[in-house]
Every structure is written in structure tokens, then in C-alpha cells.
């Protein structure tokens, strides 16, 4: 097991740590300190079988073993190379203490089976995320996450590109038919089948408005700011597109790896415009 990723790490963090021994504890004997251990007990069982039984592996017995023997240590190496991937994300601040036993083992029963490195990075933001703020992420998000192909997780990020904050994350999807939108993969299809996966409500006739807004609102995009001042001195109504995110698309969308969109903003500050509402940059969102 000199291979193991974990077992060369040095020293750790608390947080770091205590999410280990967590998981340990969680998940039943897959970590010693550092030292997954889990295909070592595998290999001493076979070997304990073969030493004591008096009757003779047959050749199908000795491929089934093997078949076990391998896929235990490609899970065992999923599950190694999330937990490393998420070590260096966690906050001085984490609690990984508090994280629910019931949910580490859902999420490592998913996780086990997910070894394209692009999805582990995704996977290990979630298991960071949820020691920095217990709560984050929850059953049915992880749930969610693990029936998504990568396809799918590269096209939820692309439409977060287009999220602004409007006390939570909004992706402002006017026209789908704009070439802002289809230069960058946001059709009516793609965003049917992120709807079908239960990422987003996706209104594609009357499209959705805030209300009841007060005369002056904060947005941000990545951290512009824009002051809008609306017509009302209350009870204004703001349109925001056609696309909402779910609660499970909010929790994804803060980890998802989307980057902003080059000329957007502007593009949204005129749509704005059109329905009269005047706006001014504020400096930046911390």
C-alpha cells in the first residue's frame, strides 16, 4: 500500500485531519490513519480462504475473486484520490466534525464509482464543501451528482456562466435564441435536458420576474456590482429570464467550475435598460 496518495501527504491540517478519521468512522475501517486498508483485508481474506478450505477453487471462483479484487481497488482508488483532491480545499474555519455518518456513507457509495479526474475535482468541492459548512450539500444533491455524465456537468457549468446573484444564483437566460446564448451551448434542448435532470426549471414561454423588489436592488456577476434603480418606490417587478435553478442546481452551481461570459454583463445591463431601469456600476461583491 506504499502507493496510497494519502499516506504521502505529511502533515495535515486539523480540519484535514478530523475530516479523515470522519470518514474513517463513517465509513467503516476504509482509512487507518492515512493508510487505506480496505484492499489489504480483501487480498488476506483470499488468502485465508485458499490456506483453510479443503475444497478446490474451481477457475470460475478464481476469476470471480480477481474481478473482485480489482474493482474493490479501482473504487478504493476513487475514493483516495476525492478524499486527497479535497483536503487542500477545506477552510481554516471547517467543521468536519459535524458531518452527518449517514451522509458521508451516501456520498462515498456514490463517489466510489467516479474515476474520471474532471468529476472527481467536482466531487471533492462537494465533500470540501460540505466540511466547510455542514448543510451545504445535501442526500438528494449527492443523489443528483451521481447520475450526471460529465457531459452534463460541463453543460450546467456553462449555464452558470450566466449567473448572477440576486440573493441567490440566478442565470439570466433572456432569449435562448441569442447568439451569446448558443455560442455558448444554452439551447431550448440543452436546457429541456438540464430541466429533465432536475437542475432547473426552465419557463420557456412567460419566463419568470421578482417582485415586490424595493426601489434600489444589488446584483453582482463574479463580483460586479451593479446598483439598479427601478421605476416604483416600491413594488417593482424585475425580469430574470426564462431559467431558475433548483435547490439542488443552487448547491451545484456554487461549485460547478463556471467562469463569466465575455461581454455579458453589458448585455444584461441593457436588457435592463429596456424596461427602464437604470443601473451603476458599485465597485466589486467581496
Same mark, same amino acid.
Given at each position: 500500500?506504499?502507493?496510497?496518495?494519502?499516506?504521502?501527504?505529511?502533515?495535515?491540517?486539523?480540519p484535514?485531519?478530523?475530516?479523515?478519521?470522519?470518514?474513517? $468512522?463513517?465509513?467503516?475501517?476504509?482509512?487507518?490513519?492515512?493508510?487505506?486498508?480496505?484492499?489489504?483485508?480483501?487480498?488476506?481474506?483470499?488468502?485465508?480462504?485458499?490456506?483453510?478450505?479443503?475444497i478446490?477453487?474451481?477457475?470460475?471462483?478464481?476469476?470471480?475473486?480477481?474481478?473482485?479484487?480489482?474493482?474493490?481497488?479501482?473504487?478504493?482508488?476513487?475514493?483516495?484520490?476525492?478524499?486527497?483532491r479535497?483536503?487542500?480545499? *477545506? $477552510?481554516?474555519n471547517?467543521?468536519?466534525?459535524?458531518?452527518? $455518518?449517514d451522509?458521508?456513507?451516501?456520498?462515498?457509495?456514490?463517489?466510489?464509482?467516479?474515476?474520471d479526474?474532471?468529476?472527481?475535482?467536482?466531487?471533492?468541492?462537494?465533500?470540501?464543501?460540505?466540511?466547510?459548512?455542514?448543510?451545504?450539500?445535501?442526500?438528494?444533491?449527492?443523489?443528483?451528482?451521481?447520475?450526471?455524465?460529465?457531459?452534463?456537468?460541463e453543460?450546467?457549468?456553462?449555464?452558470?456562466?450566466?449567473?448572477w446573484?440576486?440573493?441567490?444564483?440566478?442565470?439570466?437566460?433572456?432569449?435562448?435564441?441569442?447568439?451569446?446564448?448558443? $455560442?455558448?451551448?444554452?439551447?431550448?434542448?440543452?436546457?429541456?435536458? *438540464?430541466?429533465?435532470?432536475? *437542475?432547473?426549471?426552465f419557463?420557456?414561454?412567460?419566463?419568470?420576474?421578482?417582485?415586490k423588489?424595493?426601489?434600489?436592488?444589488?446584483?453582482?456577476?463574479?463580483?460586479?456590482?451593479?446598483?439598479?434603480? *427601478?421605476?416604483?418606490?416600491?413594488?417593482?417587478?424585475?425580469?430574470?429570464?426564462?431559467v431558475?435553478?433548483?435547490?439542488?442546481?443552487?448547491?451545484?452551481?456554487?461549485?460547478?467550475?463556471?467562469?463569466?461570459?465575455?461581454?455579458?454583463?453589458?448585455?444584461?445591463?441593457?436588457?435592463?435598460?429596456?424596461?427602464?431601469?437604470?443601473?451603476?456600476?458599485?465597485?466589486?461583491a467581496?
Open positions: 500500500m506504499a502507493d496510497n496518495p494519502l499516506a504521502k501527504l505529511g502533515d495535515l491540517t486539523k484535514a485531519t478530523v475530516l479523515i478519521e470522519k470518514i474513517s $468512522d463513517a465509513v467503516g475501517g476504509i482509512f487507518k490513519p492515512y493508510q487505506i486498508i480496505r484492499v489489504a483485508k480483501a487480498e488476506a481474506e483470499a488468502d485465508k480462504v485458499r490456506a483453510e478450505s479443503q478446490q477453487i474451481t477457475d470460475l471462483q478464481r476469476r470471480a475473486m480477481h474481478r473482485f479484487l480489482e474493482e474493490e481497488a479501482k473504487k478504493q482508488s476513487n475514493i483516495e484520490g476525492i478524499t486527497q479535497a483536503l487542500p480545499l *477545506l $477552510d481554516e471547517a467543521a468536519p466534525e459535524k458531518l452527518n $455518518d451522509w458521508i456513507t451516501n456520498f462515498f457509495d456514490k463517489a466510489r464509482i467516479v474515476s479526474e474532471d468529476m472527481q475535482e467536482l466531487w471533492s468541492r462537494v465533500l470540501a464543501g460540505q466540511a466547510n459548512s455542514p448543510g451545504a450539500f445535501s442526500k438528494k444533491t449527492v443523489n443528483l451528482l451521481s447520475d450526471l455524465e460529465k457531459s452534463d456537468a453543460l450546467f457549468a456553462a449555464l452558470c456562466s450566466f449567473g446573484t440576486l440573493g441567490n444564483i440566478v442565470p439570466l437566460v433572456f432569449d435562448e435564441q441569442d447568439s451569446i446564448y448558443t $455560442d455558448n451551448r444554452i439551447t431550448f434542448n440543452n436546457l429541456s435536458h *438540464l430541466e429533465s435532470l432536475g *437542475l432547473v426549471q419557463n420557456w414561454l412567460a419566463g419568470f420576474v421578482r417582485k423588489l424595493p426601489k434600489v436592488v444589488i446584483v453582482a456577476y463574479y463580483g460586479r456590482c451593479l446598483e439598479l434603480t *427601478l421605476p416604483n418606490d416600491s413594488n417593482n417587478d424585475l425580469s430574470t429570464g426564462k431558475l435553478l433548483t435547490k439542488a442546481g443552487q448547491e451545484l452551481a456554487k461549485i460547478c467550475g463556471s467562469r463569466p461570459i465575455d461581454g455579458f454583463f453589458p448585455f444584461v445591463r441593457a436588457k435592463w435598460a429596456a424596461e427602464s431601469v437604470v443601473s451603476r456600476e458599485v465597485g466589486s467581496s
